[in-house]
């Protein structure tokens, strides 16, 4: 893949970018400087906090739990956690934690490293596809709204693999516009798109062949080229595909067949977590289900704050794009091609999951699309010739209007907020100033909800940066593109991105002793010996991080639900379930339990004489035996 865009000898239509890159400035020719600057953002916003705060309680720390019984166990194959069997998920992620852990070692930063440098390549792959699709400027344009984005930052906070998936999607669509170009698409493409969506099946199960397959087959259908699809090695790319994608999966059914009261691997990873979850059938259920329009707002909402400008770039698709064609279009050029090929990306993954049970992150896979389409209309913005020039501008200018009252009405909600708000008592435990709403936990963001006035004392700091970032940023955004300064005004909104995910990242560091179970975890290891239990009065997912921080297995005061459900169906999964009357008769032996708790007077330890260990976030230790 070169870094010039080509073009199709003999071609009817131009399929070079319109940008003339001998005039484009140096800072977006030089594809040094631009990744450069891009590398700088990225370094500022993900690199630092990596350490801080600590992995949370459920996905966060369960997944690196798994990968840290991975190498315990060094069996690659099937996940465990707690010691039970984790078949649920593909196991991409999870090697790559393995690697990290390897080269540095089990603590916090090396568990979200795989990530963040996962974002890093995100990024590059998205520059790339622009570069190929629009030009220079467009690109760097494409990399600066993904790599600032809010729903980036906030759904790399803890461990899930849609960054993954999105950039298998960059990747493969890169070569799927490449193939179009090509009369006879070389091997080596067709073997990549192949290579790259057996990855991508390998990290999220089958929506990674789904996403493609659908984006694909609806443009092929659109432009009239569904032909096109017998000049992709149709025959030696499956079995591209199947050398990579099959081994792990034939491998987790021969080691995990049907035993005891368990179906095996194939019904639980095939059946229940792919068919049933998208029919809502799930069992267990354990997932509650994003309003539809929620939703589709979310994917506006996550590239903010550069989505403001994607009314503009949906205008440049091409003309009666809805209407299926019999024969082929040749009036596309690559802009052409990209913006519609881009927007299907989008389309088809919040469109499959409009149908299905979802969460705030399932949109994620579709942002770079929508950033390349925001992109490339920020580009044309700034290389507007001078009979588009005044147009492009008064559009800039309506649409930082609109944002600029977005930073007006954050001004006064802000400034209320803090008005009302007061610093809370020394020693104060966050947990005691909230209002708890448990029935939206299931949701990803659903402990928001949580915060009160007298709660937002404790985020006085990040509240003001964000306040007063988000009035200036927009202000000057406004003000710059009013002036046909738009370069200027993006620079504007780029630094109050960065103030903002900033505050972001401190409030979450705030939070985080309500969803984290890391203090205790500390005091835990610090009490505990050779022979003694903790118990977890409630599910597994909600105390992880003592799981993964002592290294020690947890027993569970809960019937089997949630992650370890179905590995308790083998006859091999570890005795850990508790009962009460289990628990009494283990609370009076001389060995030492710590039983951690988020009720203050836990009805399960009614009648036993307890001594308190520690209390962080809502949560309790409680011991049997005093501290000597």
């Known amino acids: ?117 996962g974002v890093l390549a995100l990024v590059v792959a998205t520059w790339k596809l622009g570069r190929y699709a629009y030009g220079p400027r467009a690109a760097f344009y494409s990399g600066l709204s993904l790599v600032t984005s809010l729903g980036l930052y906030m759904f ?86 199947l050398l990579i994608a099959a081994p792990w999966h034939v491998l987790a059914a021969l080691r995990n067949p049907p035993a005891g009261a368990s179906r095996g691997f194939l019904w639980f990873y095939f059946i229940n977590e792919h068919v049933m979850r998208f029919l809502n059938k799930r069992v267990p259920a354990g997932y509650d289900t994003v309003p539809l329009f929620l939703f589709w707002a979310l994917l506006v909402a996550f590239l903010i704050p550069w989505s403001i400008f994607l009314p503009q770039a949906l205008r440049d698709l091409p003309p009666r794009w809805w209407m299926p064609r019999l024969t082929p279009r040749t009036d596309l050029d690559r802009r052409q091609r990209a913006n519609l090929l881009f927007l299907l990306w989008a389309l088809v993954i919040v469109g499959f999951f409009s149908f299905s049970t979802r969460q705030e992150y399932y949109t994620i896979p579709a942002l770079p699309g929508a950033a390349l389409l925001v992109g490339q209309w920020l580009a044309r913005e700034s290389e507007a010739g001078a009979a588009e020039k005044e147009k492009m501008r008064r559009s800039g200018s309506t649409s930082s209007l609109v944002l600029f009252v977005v930073g007006v009405l954050g001004l006064i909600a802000g400034s209320y907020l ?171 032996a001389p060995e030492r339990i710590f039983y951690w708790t988020d009720k203050e007077q836990p009805a399960d330890l009614a009648g036993l004489q307890t001594y308190p260990l520690a209390h962080s976030g809502g949560k309790t230790i409680y011991m049997n035996h005093p501290l000597p």
């Not at 005039?23 to 993900?46: C, E, K, M, N, Q």
């Not at 906070?157 to 799927?176: D, K, S």
């Not at 988000?470 to 710059?480: A, D, E, S």
């Open 156 to 241: 790399t906070r803890f461990l899930i693999p849609e960054v993954l998936v999105a950039l298998w999607l960059t990747l493969g669509y890169l070569l799927f516009l490449q193939s179009l170009e090509e009369k006879h698409p070389s091997v080596w493409l067709c073997w990549g798109f192949a290579a790259i969506s057996a990855l991508n099946v390998l990290t999220k199960g089958l929506i990674g062949l789904v996403f493609p397959i659908g984006a694909i087959g609806l443009y092929l259908i659109l432009t009239g080229n569904l032909k096109h699809l017998l000049k992709l090695r149709l025959i030696s790319s499956s079995l591209v595909f």
């Open 418 to 588: 803090l008005a009302i708000s007061h610093p809370p008592a020394p020693g104060f435990d966050l947990a005691d100033l909230l209002k708890k709403n448990p029935n939206d936990y299931n949701l990803s963001l659903g402990h928001v909800l949580d915060l009160t006035p007298r709660a937002l004392g404790a985020f006085r700091w990040p509240l003001m940066g964000a306040t007063f970032g988000l009035f200036l940023g927009t202000g000057l955004n406004w003000l710059l593109r009013r002036k046909g300064r738009p370069g200027a005004a993006n620079v504007a909104l780029t630094l109050m991105m960065v103030v903002l995910l900033t505050c972001v990242h401190v409030s979450y560091a705030t939070f985080s002793p309500i969803i984290s179970s890391y203090n205790l975890a500390m005091a835990v290891q610090k009490e505990f010996h050779p022979g003694d239990m903790i118990v977890v009065g409630s599910e597994y997912a909600d105390a992880s991080t003592l799981n993964f921080y002592t290294g020690i297995p947890l027993h569970i005061l809960h019937e089997p639900s949630g992650a370890l459900w179905y590995g308790n169906k083998w006859p091999d999964a570890p005795r850990l379930f508790e009962t009460r009357e289990s628990l009494a008769t283990k609370w009076n």
């Open 1 to 117: 893949m070169s870094l010039s865009p080509r073009s199709i000898k003999g071609s009817a239509v131009s399929n070079s970018p319109s940008e003339n890159h001998a005039s484009t400035p140096r800072i977006f020719a030089d594809w040094r400087i631009a990744l450069g600057i891009l590398a700088v953002l990225w370094f500022a916003i993900y690199v630092f906090g990596l350490s801080w705060p600590p992995l949370l309680d459920d996905v966060d720390s369960v997944h690196a739990e798994a990968a840290r019984e991975m190498i315990q166990r060094h069996d690659f194959v099937t996940l465990y956690i707690n010691g039970f069997r984790y078949l649920e998920k593909a196991p991409m992620m999870y090697w790559g934690l393995i690697a990290s852990y390897k080269l540095f070692g089990v603590s916090t930063l090396t568990t979200r490293l795989p990530l963040v440098l």
